[in-house]
Nanobody, 122 residues
């Protein structure tokens, strides 16, 4: 009933830029924090950036100054602008959202997207 879908991944050269998009849809009452995570083979999933409903942001040290997270609450969307990309940024990027569905008892749940591949290579 609630779905989170990412888009915008692809192949980019080192130093290039990409913008990832993520939108939540379905029966949604409210969304609090939204975020981006990434995972490479053999590594645990790591936080990239988060943004609260009030607009407060948090970034991993490895991406601070290069990436920027933003949101558009009219679209239930969150974005990740990635600049000066490095080969070590190569990963599957996952979006998540802390959602109160528009049904049920009013509990909050974390929903994850299916992931989008970002490859930084010459």
């Amino acid at each position: 009933q609630v779905q989170v879908v990412e888009s915008g991944g692809g192949l980019v050269q080192p130093g290039g830029s990409l913008r990832l998009s993520c939108a939540a849809s379905g029966s949604i009452f409210a969304i609090d924090t939204m975020g981006w995570y990434r995972q490479t083979p053999g590594k645990e999933r790591e936080l990239v950036a988060t943004i609260t409903a009030a607009g407060s942001t948090n970034y991993a040290d490895s991406v601070a100054g290069r990436f920027s997270i933003s949101r558009d609450d009219t679209k239930n969307a969150v974005y990740l602008q990635m600049n000066n990309l490095k080969p070590e940024d190569t990963a599957v990027y996952y979006c998540n959202a802390d959602v109160r569905p528009g049904y049920g008892s009013g509990d909050w749940y974390v929903y994850w997207g299916q992931g989008t591949q970002v490859t930084v290579s010459s």
